[in-house]
Structures are given as structure tokens and as C-alpha cells.
């Protein structure tokens, strides 16, 4: 499908129209991959400063292109599908302040292994939970394999770098009735944490879920971190 970019006016617009309708205590994430630096900036002059990128070859070029415009306070989100041989380089990115998509025990041993080359004071992830079920969806896919994720992070992470923010997912794609699907995913989010929190004493786990047309269900469900792109930058596949 194709998507017509906005103009800096329709920008600042979908922005103000965004946040006057979220509560202030949930974390809005721009989700820039459909656009140039450009428009990074053009939102970053509008006080946005967290953005959200799903290919590390793109982060990096968009990143590097934001410090030369001096766009000192922006955080990045990445967001995408992690492969290991392109971790180091996703860790070397400037500004990288999140990681939403740590889809599995191995990826999270990777990151671990990789962290040197992360510049930063803190890196914060999340985990993936693929509380759809669907197949071409990554992220973890059981209670027990999160569970034995989080168990590795509380062993390793002392003295390291590597901060569990917490956990995200996507609402499902297919189905009859996305409404009712996203909502149900999300639950099964909020379900998750919920456990954590039992067995492993936790405070504090933030939730990272809602996309451009589901961000209002998702906030009803108690989302911490919405990710949104098209609602911002894009005039066609509006929510
Ligand atoms: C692209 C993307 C988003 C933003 O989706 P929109 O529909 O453009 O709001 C959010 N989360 C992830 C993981 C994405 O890949």
C-alpha cells in the first residue's frame, strides 16, 4: 500500500492531536521508519524526542543524520527484528536508549554477550511476548520461556548495563474482529506481568503495546509505551 508523507503542519497537527488525547503518564514513541531525517526533525521541533526505528541499517544512517542536525535530546526505540550478526552494529548506535524487541533467551544471552559495544550509561528492553500466536510474528510464545528469560537477566545483570524495562507486544493482524483480537492480546500482556511480578518479586515493568490503530484500545488496557507511525507522519492508512 502506498502512503503520501505530510507536511510539517499535518505533523505537528497529528502530534498535538495524539498527545491532548493520552494521558500523561503514557510514553508516546514515533515510530519514523516510513520517513526522512527531515521529518524526525521537523517532529523533534514540536517536543518530541523518543523515536522508533525498525532496521538497524536505517537507524544508524537516520541517527547519525539527526546528531548532524543537532538534535541533541532525541532517544531511540528500535523496534525491528533483532538478527545477531547485526547487533553489535544496532549497539553502537548513538542515542539508542531502548530496545522493544528482544524476542527470545538466545537474543537476550546475544545482547548480553554484545554490550561493550553500547556507549550509552543504560540501555533498557523489553521483551516480546507474541501473545497472537501468529507465525510469522516473533517473540516469545510461553509463560516458561519468558520466565526462564527473566531468570537469566536477574542472574547476569548486576554490574552490567542492561536495564528489563519490561514487556511488549503487537495486537493481531488477522482475524474477524481486530478490536476485540488487540485487545485480547494486550490482556494476555498484562497477564504476563502480572506473574513476573509474583515469582520474581519485580517492580516497576512498564508495558509497550498499541500501534497506530489500536494505541486508544491498548491505552484502556493500561499501556505504558504506544508506538505510532502512520497516525503521525503518513495521510493515508489513517487510524
Ligand atoms: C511499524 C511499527 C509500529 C508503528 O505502526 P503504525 O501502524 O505505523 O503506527 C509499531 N510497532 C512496531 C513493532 C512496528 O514495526
Known sequence: MSVSNRDSKAISEALESIR???????????????????KVEWAYNCGQRDFGENRVEELQRKSLACDAKGLSSIIWHFIGNIQSNK??????????????????????KDLYKRIDNFSGDQLNFFLQVNTGGEQEKSGFLSYDELASAVRFHLQEYQGKRLNFFGLMTMGKLRGDDFERDARACFQALKGYRSRLIEDFSL????????MSRDYRIAIEEGSDFIRVGNAIFNSELES
Not at 517492580?203 to 498499541?210: N, T
Open 203 to 210: 517492580e516497576g515493568l512498564s508495558l509497550s503495546m498499541g
Open 87 to 108: 547487533l553489535a552494529k544496532l549497539l553502537r548506535v548513538p542515542s539508542l536508549g531502548f530496545i522493544h524487541s528482544i524476542d527470545s533467551e538466545m537474543r537476550l
Open 20 to 38: 491532548s488525547s493520552i494521558p500523561s503518564n503514557v510514553n508516546l514513541v514515533a515510530v519514523s521508519k516510513y520517513v526522512d531525517a527531515d
